[in-house]
Structure formats: C-alpha cells, structure tokens
Nanobody
Framework: QVQLVESGGGLVQAGGSLRLSCAAS????????MGWFRQAPGKERKFVAA???????WYADSVKGRFTISSDNAKNMVYLQMNSLKPEDTAVYYC????????????????WGQGTQVTVSS
C-alpha cells in the first residue's frame, strides 16, 4: 500500500516561513520524481516543485527563490521549505509521486497524499 503523508501546514503571516514534510512508504521510490502541487479554492491543482532522489529540482516561476524542495533518501522524506510567504500562496499543498511523464502536470502523477492546508494572512 503506497502512502504519501504530508504535514507541516498551518497559518502564517505574510513574509513568514513554513516547512512541509512528505513521508513516503509502501514501495521503492528511487525511480520516481517527487512533486509538490497546490490547489486554492475554486482553482485547478498547480505544480509547485519537484525533485528526483538524485537531487535534480524544478520549480514553478511563482515560487522560485522563495521555496526550496529537498529530500532525505534514507528516510524516504521530501520537504518543501517555504520562505517569504504571500497571501497568494494560500492553498492545500499535496505531495505526489510519478514514475514517468511530465514533471509539471498533475495528471502524470501516480500517487497523492491527502494534502495539508497552508494559509497566509496579510
């Protein structure tokens, strides 16, 4: 049973920071790309960042320079450090894993976590 479990969301003021964590279990993820997506109310789920277990990373333009994705291979953990948060970052953040296909399209991801809410107040 594949499981992705996110944690670390919460309420923060604009300019603040949060660190999201994703615990992956149930299979070997070494050949998977791990991604973070977010979905605001009434909007589509959008790509935020992705990482291979070898350390290659990708970011959406809207978060470059503010967010950092990282992983701990030994623990099967993926992290998203979010700095200089803005109200427009408010969304449910999802961890996902994909074997092949596009990095940025949610439809290409095979496994998803349940999501964690991030709310940034102005």
């Amino acid at each position: 049973q594949v499981q992705l479990v996110e944690s670390g969301g919460g309420l923060v003021q604009a300019g603040g920071s949060l660190r999201l964590s994703c615990a992956a279990s149930g299979r070997t993820f070494s050949s998977y790309v791990m991604g973070w997506f977010r979905q605001a109310p009434g909007k589509e789920r959008k790509f935020v960042a992705a990482i291979t277990w070898g350390g290659s990373t990708w970011y959406a333009d809207s978060v470059k320079g503010r967010f950092t994705i990282s992983s701990d291979n030994a623990k099967n953990m993926v992290y998203l450090q979010m700095n200089s948060l803005k109200p427009e970052d408010t969304a449910v953040y999802y961890c996902a894993a994909r074997r092949r296909g596009s990095i940025i399209y949610a439809i290409d991801y095979d496994y998803w976590g349940q999501g964690t809410q991030v709310t940034v107040s102005s």
